[in-house]
Every structure is written in structure tokens, then in C-alpha cells.
């Protein structure tokens, strides 16, 4: 599935292998995979972690106020 899905965006299989795990495992996790790919590449998997908290956390409240919006409305 991961391939098939990187095709698309033409993505390396470090982004999308840090990303699938950062998704799943969070911060904790997401270092390890970036390190078995090359053991500079740790930060990397920490910054994508704390990247997609920072966008899963606004995106969740921007989907909130959305839907609130929308039950006004109706």
C-alpha cells in the first residue's frame, strides 16, 4: 500500500515510512524508523512527529468550528 501511495506525490520511502509510523506511534516511534533508514536522520523523525501534532491539532479545531458553523446554519 505504501508504494502505491507514494507514487502519486513522487514521496521518498523515508517520508512515507516516518510518516506512517509517526501517525501510528507518535513521537516515540517515528525517531526509530528515521534512524533505520540512517542514524542522522533521527531529528528528522522527531520534527516530522511533532509537525503532524501541531497540523492534526489545528486542523481538528478548524474541523470543529467548521461543523459547528454548518449546525447553525441547518
Known amino acids: 500500500m505504501g508504494a502505491e501511495a507514494a507514487a ?13 509510523q509517526a501517525n501510528i506511534g507518535a513521537a516515540a516511534s517515528a525517531p526509530i524508523v528515521a534512524s533505520a533508514f540512517h542514524p542522522a536522520l533521527a531529528p528528522v523523525g522527531v520534527l516530522l512527529a511533532v509537525l503532524g501534532y501541531a497540523i492534526g491539532t489545528y486542523g481538528g479545531w478548524v474541523s470543529a468550528l467548521i461543523m459547528q458553523w454548518v449546525f447553525q446554519q441547518f
Do not use: K, T
Request: overall charge neutral.
Open 8 to 20: 502519486p506525490i513522487f514521496a521518498p520511502y523515508f517520508f512515507i515510512a516516518v510518516g506512517s
